[in-house]
């Protein structure tokens, strides 16, 4: 199948999967295998090749981001149980102040989102999150969608993440990363301030599911009642090591791709920085956290209990990727490749278009950036769509890549890894999944790329 019939079947396909899911209370895991194979064989996929294209969707996930998210949620635990959590959460809540937590969790998470991938980064900063609720009595809700938007909006638009430094070399930016980063930051900014704005209007009218107003019940107790559970806290280097350690060496690793550094020493900085690796470091961090709090004898119960948390997350996360693998071998985005002449009239727009509808199909954003930017090609080529548009300068460039992003924020839903990361840690349930992170992903993306298109009118 080909053509509009290819689009139809996949709106239907989103709307079934969804209403599975909302409606009937079908298993996120069923419901996304169940819609996968029915599109496999209404796009007239070859039998023979279903299952191994079922399979490598499956098994791409666990290659990319199975350990890590292991790894990152065995941190994460850690930091909770030892107190660690709690004397972050003392940290930021001092700096940023204790009326505005959903501040704090937007500023931590686009901090920390710059050199890690926001599925690890959310895992590794959800005790935090759990601890500032806990002190401030916060909504759990809206601590979410703040701390998810800050480590998303980092991740889209502000290298050294892979999207953003990929399309950068695909539009002929790889020599000038440093002005995408300055028109990241720039952009970032006013999405920002509207998610911020959006989780503060989450906290004001959005209802818990009954097992977050039953977990509310429980914390109402003083917060020196909570140290006092916890026995002696770390101290303030012991509780930053398992986090600040990962992010470093990515960041080193970071750096060193950028400059182009080559030799024994970068090679060891690349091996460090690779996300498996820094995570692990960080978990060895964990255990010496462990040790200190004299809570060794606990670790293999807490390594036990994070497997279980995080095992339905990995299954649900991998059957997303088993539907976006189905629809990119349906032929869904060389349709679109084929087609992108016929979007071109909309300027600074086309590319955020393309970028979200690809977001849309198949979930990922990196896959969403590069694929659209490979589209766009070089902005010094005659025969490129960057050409066609008229957008022939370095500056055009970046902004190309910023609105490119924008789309690649629109939407997260049943299909993104993200979504289930962020619903399934905060406690969230699907319904109100779509309700945040869903709707959270779709103002960031429309602010984005109005941003951009402000900044093009003053700029090129």
């Known amino acids: 199948m080909t053509g509009i019939g290819l689009i139809v079947c996949f709106v239907i396909a989103v709307a079934l999967m969804i209403f599975m899911i909302a409606k009937w209370r079908v298993h996120p895991f069923l419901a996304l295998m169940a819609v996968s194979l029915a599109l496999a064989l209404v796009a007239n996929l070859p039998l023979a090749s279903i299952p ?23 941190i994460g635990t850690v930091l909770e149980k030892t107190g660690a959590a709690l004397k972050l959460a003392d940290m930021v809540v001092r700096r940023v102040g204790e009326k505005r937590p959903e501040l704090a969790m937007l500023l931590m998470g686009w901090i920390v989102g710059i050199p890690v ?30 701390l998810s938007a800050g480590l998303y909006a980092a991740h889209v638009f502000i290298p050294p993440t892979p999207g953003p430094i990929a399309a950068a070399a695909s539009v002929g930016l790889e020599g000038n990363l440093l002005l995408v980063i300055g028109v990241g930051i720039l952009v970032s900014l006013p999405v920002l301030l509207a998610s911020y704005l959006f989780a503060k209007y989450i906290s004001k009218q959005m209802s818990l599911a009954e097992q977050e107003q039953a977990s509310d019940v429980e914390v109402q107790q003083s917060y020196e009642d909570l140290l006092r559970h916890y026995g002696r806290l770390p101290n303030v280097l012991l509780s930053l090591a398992p986090i600040v350690l990962p992010i470093f060496f990515m960041a080193l690793s970071s750096v060193v791709k950028i400059a182009g550094f080559s030799g024994g020493f970068a090679q060891l900085c690349l091996f460090l920085g690779s996300p498996v690796i820094a995570l692990a470091i960080g978990v060895s961090a964990a255990i010496v956290l462990l040790a200190d709090t004299g809570k060794m004898p606990q670790f293999n119960q807490l390594t036990n209990d994070t497997l279980q948390m995080v095992g339905p997350i990995l299954l649900i996360t991998a059957a997303g990727g088993v539907l976006g693998n189905v629809i990119t071998q349906a032929g869904f985005v060389q349709y679109i490749k084929e087609n992108a002449q016929n979007l071109s009239s909309v300027g600074i727009f086309f590319p955020f278009l393309i970028s979200a509808i690809l977001k849309t199909a198949q979930g990922s954003s990196t896959v969403a950036i590069i694929t659209t930017a490979s589209i766009m090609g070089m902005f010094h080529a005659d025969d490129s769509m960057m050409t066609a548009l008229g957008l022939n300068t370095e500056m055009a460039a970046a902004l190309t890549v910023m609105a490119i992003a924008s789309g690649a924020m629109c939407i997260s839903h049943a299909n993104d890894s993200y979504f289930w990361v962020v619903t399934n840690f905060s406690k969230l349930t699907p319904q109100q999944g779509y309700r945040t992170q869903t709707a959270l992903t779709f103002i960031m993306g429309i602010t984005g790329i109005l941003s951009v298109y402000v900044l093009s009118l003053l700029l090129l």
């Open 117 to 146: 991938f926001c599925d690890s980064g959310f895992v590794v900063l959800n005790p935090i999150r759990e601890a500032i609720r806990k002190k401030l009595l916060a909504h759990p809700a809206a601590l979410a969608v703040a």
């Open 52 to 74: 191994g294209i079922i399979g490598d969707g499956f098994s791409a996930i666990f290659k990319s981001i199975g350990i890590v998210i292991i790894f990152g949620a065995i």
